[in-house]
């Protein structure tokens, strides 16, 4: 019987535990998201490639799938160089961290503006990314971003 109620408490702590660190890592996953997006306005690939997982995949508004972590990188550089006023901002509109697994969703909107040979761009949509912990913080390994409206004379 002992071990049985010994048992039970170290599950409770265990949940406990979990739990209460879900608010901690959801604001760590926001100061993230903050970061990143102050990498991509500064073009930063740098900066951004260290909040992608090297498995990272990502199906990108237009639908296409980039496949890596550096392919992604290697994407970003050339939008960077064909459209140098280029910004992407995403704004958490929820995230949830799995109390099973070291695993996060986030779900927003997305905004993007640049300034094409037709003119002024904008446009953006919805997105969710998928978060992992690992032993150097969280890191993103999916992403899907759906392009939902577009303005301008390029669109």
Not at 115 to 134: D, H, I, Q, V
């Amino acid at each position: 019987m002992k071990r049985l109620l010994t048992t039970m408490l170290l599950l409770t702590t265990a949940v406990v535990v979990m739990a209460a660190a879900s608010p901690k890592d959801v604001k760590t996953i926001n100061a993230a998201r903050k970061a990143f997006n102050k990498a991509i306005a500064e073009h930063d690939l740098m900066a951004m490639k260290k909040f992608l997982a090297e498995d990272y995949v990502i199906t990108i508004s237009d639908g296409s799938i980039e496949r890596s972590r550096d392919a992604h990188i290697n994407s970003f550089a050339a939008h960077f160089k064909q459209y140098p006023d280029v910004k992407y901002t995403r704004n958490p509109t929820g995230i949830q961290t799995s109390e099973a697994y070291p695993l996060a969703i986030e779900h927003g909107t997305w905004v993007g503006t640049r300034t094409t040979e037709s003119g002024p761009l904008e446009n953006g949509g919805e997105y969710t990314a998928a978060w992992r912990r690992t032993e150097h913080g969280w890191v993103i390994y999916s992403e899907l971003f759906v392009a939902l409206y577009c303005e301008g004379e390029a669109c």
